[in-house]
């Protein structure tokens, strides 16, 4: 086991690639500005570990020079920072290893941050003979192999950390991600949460929100280092303020002006005798909303104005995260209504 002596930290996108955006954040903004964090704190708590940013403003870094800095550098750990796209209602942190995609929206998410390549002068053509086949990444993976436990440990830990300050937890996954491809050394990228996603989207956007990701990935940094130099410690990660724990427990997946006599379809996903705190973990990160009927207390995600459609494609999203009974409900003025009658309602 060897000590840590540098860490590349590469923010993604940059400059001319602004990668994905929701109403009005960029991905490109939101990854530099967690990498800056993450660094200056590694920095303050351990002078003596070198780090090293592929960028620290808002310039454009192509793929292959990102992973060429860690390796130019002997760096011990590659750190790469990005934010998610996908539908409205997509929720979660996950964090990848190379390795080969196991399903579709693992593989999207390898091409949305591959397709960097096409912002670089000769429009990528220098991976033109790139083999990014199934059986050249089992090849890498096999030269790498020294590495890869380590990179799974580091990302374990990292996902654990997102999870102890109420972030869903999507898993550690495998991807044939280019810039994890060329760097040889312990490396992971994390997808910090979607920006297509409104609720996540305000909260990637906050620089409150953004130093509490940051030191998660610090903590997590922090027990991957004890570990791999067998030093025994008690490491703490950062508590959730109450003020910010309320906030983000605010319902704000759809934002649209409710007019009266409106429908309001959400999808309940919890009915208890007793009060559940909004935060509470059993909600796997969703933002939730509380109402009481029948003197039981019942949660709901989603608020989908006229909208049965949507709402019912997120209840077969949380359906397929373990919340298996969930269902559409609907309300009118502040009371529930039976949900057919809300239908037409919505229709008219």
């Known amino acids: 086991m060897g000590a840590i002596r540098t ?18 954040a960029h991905e490109k903004n939101v990854c530099l500005s967690m990498s800056l964090m993450l660094g200056k704190m590694i920095e303050e708590k351990f002078p003596h570990i070198k780090v090293v940013y592929t960028r620290k403003t808002d310039v454009f870094v192509e793929l292959d020079e990102r992973a060429k800095i860690a390796n130019r550098n002997n760096a011990d750990l590659f750190i790469c920072i990005h934010a998610n796209a996908a539908s409205a209602t997509a929720y979660g942190t996950e964090t990848y290893v190379l390795g080969l995609h196991r399903t579709e929206s693992q593989q999207k998410v390898a091409e949305r941050e591959n397709s960097t390549i ?13 083999d990014m086949s199934p059986d050249a990444i089992i090849a ?7 590495y890869l436990d380590q ?14 300050i109420g972030r869903f937890d999507r898993g550690v996954k495998q991807a044939g991600f280019l810039v994890l491809y060329k760097t040889t050394m312990p490396s992971v990228l994390i997808e910090t949460g979607f920006l297509t996603n409104p ?3 305000k909260f990637l956007s906050s620089a409150e929100t953004q130093r509490l990701m940051a030191e998660s990935m610090f903590t997590a940094f922090r027990k991957y280092k004890n570990e791999l130099e067998g030093v025994e410690e008690n490491v703490q990660g950062p508590i959730v303020p109450e003020k910010l724990q309320n906030e983000l427990a605010k319902e704000e997946i759809e934002k649209t002006e409710v007019g009266e006599g409106d429908v309001i379809f959400k999808v309940q996903i919890e009915t208890s005798e007793q009060k559940i705190g909004l935060t509470s973990s059993r909600f796997k990160g969703y933002s939730v909303a509380e109402y009481t009927q029948d003197g039981l207390y ?35 003025n502040g009371e ?11 229709e008219n």
């Open 199 to 201: 609720t996540e989207e």
């Open 7 to 24: 860490v590349v930290i590469d923010a993604g996108h940059g400059g001319k690639d602004p990668g994905c955006h929701g109403a009005s």
């Open 298 to 332: 019942k949660y709901t995600v989603g608020s989908f104005v006229n909208n049965f459609a949507k709402a019912n494609e997120m209840k077969n999203e949380v359906r397929s995260n373990g919340f298996e009974h969930a269902f559409v409900v609907a309300f009118q």
């Open 118 to 130: 096409h912002f670089e002068d000769d429009g990528g053509e220098k991976y033109k003979d790139f």
């Open 336 to 346: 529930r209504i039976n949900l057919q009658k809300a239908i037409k309602l919505a």
């Open 151 to 164: 990179s799974i440990s580091f990302a374990d830990k990292l996902q654990e950390e997102f999870k102890r």
């Open 140 to 146: 890498r993976q096999i030269q790498l192999s020294v």
